[in-house]
């Protein structure tokens, strides 16, 4: 489903590669979590494989096509993402109905009607979130909160179904009530349909219990992967052990 072959990412102000010749592959329907340290290359990583930064040396393959010079834009037809900054993903000067809208017409032309026709499925669509954000669906996107904002790019990145979803600590934004909801919604939805899947956290007990694969990434290389049933068995203490082996607090 995804491929990434020998992928390398330099930024000028840093005298080593933020990626290092990064080898993975993502098959299709798995749900992967990330961990690492702050500086260790999730975010960019997150970042070549949508597009948002292109890689200076190696190859991307989405759905057996080489990507690896095809624009965000383009690539938005398959990806869903959603960022830490509350800013990104969603548009300011529209309401709450239009940002929806506009997500779910992702890869299709842009037609009036669809703005019109589809206010009861996505008014639907909202309260599964279980956080009463359809009482705004009328209402400027600016005017809720950060975390308001944050949990409606989160159903805007899923509700179009990609083939993959990249999610970069999609809740952080989010007080503990809002975030467990998000995350049990986010789960859910990941699940009943089938949806391949890379999530960045910082928590060790998210870490355990979601997704079917675990990765660890330090100073821009994987050092840890595991999945299936091995992945199942891992413990808090598992996963400290394996952040202090390769030096890496969270």
């Not at 190696?58 to 830490?84: D, F, M, Y």
């Amino acid at each position: 489903m995804l491929e990434l072959h020998n992928i390398t990412k330099f930024f000028l102000q840093n005298t080593e590669p933020t990626l290092k010749s990064i080898n993975l592959k993502v098959g299709e329907g798995e749900y992967c979590v990330i961990l690492g340290s702050n500086g260790s290359g999730k975010s960019t990583l997150l970042k070549v494989i949508s597009g948002e930064y292109q890689a200076d040396s190696g190859v991307v393959i989405l759905n057996g096509k080489n990507v690896t010079k095809h624009p965000l834009h383009t690539r938005a037809k398959e990806i869903g993402s959603v960022a830490q900054d509350v800013n990104k993903g969603t548009i300011d000067d529209m309401t709450l109905l239009e940002n929806i809208s506009l997500s779910k017409m992702r890869g299709r032309s842009a037609k009036y009607k669809f703005f019109t026709n589809k206010t009861d499925e996505i008014v639907k669509d909202i309260k599964l979130l279980g956080l009463d954000l359809e009482k705004y669906i009328n209402t400027n996107i600016s005017s809720l909160s950060g975390g308001q904002r944050q949990s409606i790019a989160s159903l805007m990145a899923m509700s179009p179904k990609p083939k993959l979803l990249l999610l970069d600590e999609h809740t952080s934004a989010l007080d503990p009530r809002s975030k467990e909801k998000i995350m049990s919604f986010t789960d859910s939805y990941i699940k009943n349909h089938n949806i391949t899947t890379i999530m960045i956290t910082h928590s060790i007990a998210d870490a355990i219990r979601y997704g079917n694969r675990l990765i660890v990434m330090h100073h821009g290389v994987i050092e840890y992967d595991v999945s299936g049933t091995e992945k199942s068995k891992l413990t808090e203490q598992t996963i400290l052990d394996i952040l202090h082996k390769i030096g890496g607090p969270l």
